[in-house]
């Protein structure tokens, strides 16, 4: 293909997937590309009554995208990273991970200043297992229950009072102007966020050469490094969207990158949480999966195997 060639991004239709893939083509447009978008619903945003690790994972959100990349009616798809999974299918590649935006899970609510100031047996809402086991950790005391539905109908629900708080990711709330909803910003400390969170990463088919030094070239290589590492965490274990993961990384001085790891138990989900860190000089995509592997290793250690049984 020439660059006078028409692309077409297949994108969920969603207000923030929609946000996300416009910046895409706005990136490709500054590059001289023309860029359309193709607007798709997927499974995951049609089935709204049952958690995600209950109805098949988050690919629910990428197989129609994936679709229309494999019969042509797309050459590229658009998705928040923390929404792939770990192991792609055959002939379909991540051929960019763009700059993260903010990493943080965020407390949404229209009464409740902080999660500590939630009243004892307070509601809060969450689609994550992630969020679910880390905020019974901090919490024991609240009722989790789930939200689904894009951040739009999350915010509705909150908002008609079917719930206390919810827990969101911060960048979503960000990328849509949105961020003074937020009441409570969680450090990437107190409660972890899972693999890829923040990042928007651009999913091609394999053989489609002629779109990748574009793609390459949007690329933020730090963000990147560190999502290769938080993912190869997962990947290790096994990971499905019904494992309650947190992975994130941080970089330090001197190219060093620290993972720091959580994992909480699938069922009895307000069992102690299980954490690892581990840090290395990161400087390709090697030796940033042997830094997953080795936080994964770490978690092992620890007891993951009691954790993932149940998986």
Not at 30 to 56: F, H, P
Not at 65 to 86: C, F, I, T, Y
Request: include cysteine; hydrophobic fraction near 45%; glycine fraction near 8%.
């Amino acid at each position: 293909m020439t660059q006078t060639e028409a692309f077409v991004i297949a994108t969920r239709e969603s207000r923030l997937a929609l946000w996300q893939a416009e910046h895409v083509q706005a990136l490709l447009q500054s590059r001289g590309l023309q860029v359309s978008l193709l607007g798709m619903t997927t499974r995951g945003d049609q089935i709204l009554d049952r958690t995600l690790s209950k109805v098949g994972g988050k690919g629910l959100f990428v197989k129609e995208l994936e679709n229309a990349l494999e019969d042509g009616r797309a050459q590229l798809a658009v998705h928040s990273l923390k929404d792939v999974p770990m192991e792609l299918p055959e002939g379909f590649v991540l051929a960019a991970v763009l700059e993260r935006e903010d990493p943080r899970d965020a407390l949404v609510s229209p009464r409740y200043a902080s999660l500590a100031e939630l009243p004892q047996g307070a509601c809060v809402g969450t689609s994550s297992l992630r969020r679910v086991t880390q905020i019974r950790n901090l919490r024991p005391d609240l009722r989790v229950e789930p939200v689904r539905g894009n951040l739009d109908t999350r915010l509705r629900k909150l908002d008609e009072g079917q719930y206390d708080a919810i827990l969101l990711a911060a960048a979503g709330l960000k990328r849509l102007g949105m961020d003074h909803r937020i009441r409570q910003w969680f450090s990437v400390d107190e409660m972890i966020p899972c693999a890829g969170q923040g990042a928007l990463g651009i999913e091609i088919r394999a053989t489609h050469q002629a779109l990748r030094p574009h793609l390459q070239a949007m690329t933020d290589a730090p963000t990147h490094l560190a999502v290769v590492a938080e993912r190869a965490v997962s990947r290790a274990l096994g990971g499905s969207c019904s494992m309650p993961l947190a992975a994130h990384a941080v970089w330090q001085e001197a190219g060093v990158l620290k993972l720091t790891t959580a994992l909480g138990h699938p069922v009895e989900t307000d069992r102690p949480l299980l954490r690892a860190a581990a840090a290395s000089t990161v400087t390709d995509l090697a030796s940033a999966e042997a830094l997953g592997q080795q936080a994964a290793q770490a978690l092992r250690d620890r007891g993951a195997a009691g954790y993932l049984g149940d998986v």
